[in-house]
């Protein structure tokens, strides 16, 4: 499995990014797609993650509710994740990820993820 990041920048504060993240190699339908982010200094966190298939249910970290979104377009097989009104404390190298045995409780677990992309640098000034 390979997972490409892309769409990362330098933005302003309340501008938008839109990430994607293409994936080949996968041969299962039914897999969770998510992204993390990982600022310097501190730990890989989770962001955004779509359980299991497109349309499944979705799962947000608490700073981006309501200002990111996560799709997916199968045809395509790439992930996005929209970010809208972005703030300087979203700066960070971001990840998307797949699991394929992954539990709706254990989302936010890095560590239950089996592929990472990457990473895509999103930068964000004042």
């Known amino acids: 499995v390979q997972l490409q990041a892309s769409g990362g920048g330098l933005v302003q504060a309340g501008d938008s990014l839109r990430l994607s993240c293409a994936t080949s190699g996968l041969t299962s339908g039914s897999i969770t797609i998510s992204w993390f982010r990982q600022a310097p200094g501190k730990e890989r966190e989770f962001v955004a993650g779509?359980?299991?298939?497109?349309?499944?249910?979705?799962y947000y970290a608490d700073s981006v509710k309501g200002r990111f979104t996560i799709s997916r377009d199968n045809a395509k097989k790439t992930a996005y994740l929209q970010m809208n009104s972005l703030k300087p404390e979203d700066t960070a190298v971001y990840y998307c990820?797949?699991?394929?045995?992954?539990?709706?409780?254990?989302?936010?677990?890095?560590?239950?993820?089996?592929?990472w992309g990457q990473g895509t640098q999103v930068t964000v000034s004042s």
């Open positions: 990820a797949v699991a394929t045995r992954l539990i709706a409780s254990t989302v936010t677990d890095r560590d239950q993820y089996d592929s």
């Open positions: 779509e359980f299991r298939r497109s349309g499944g249910s979705k």
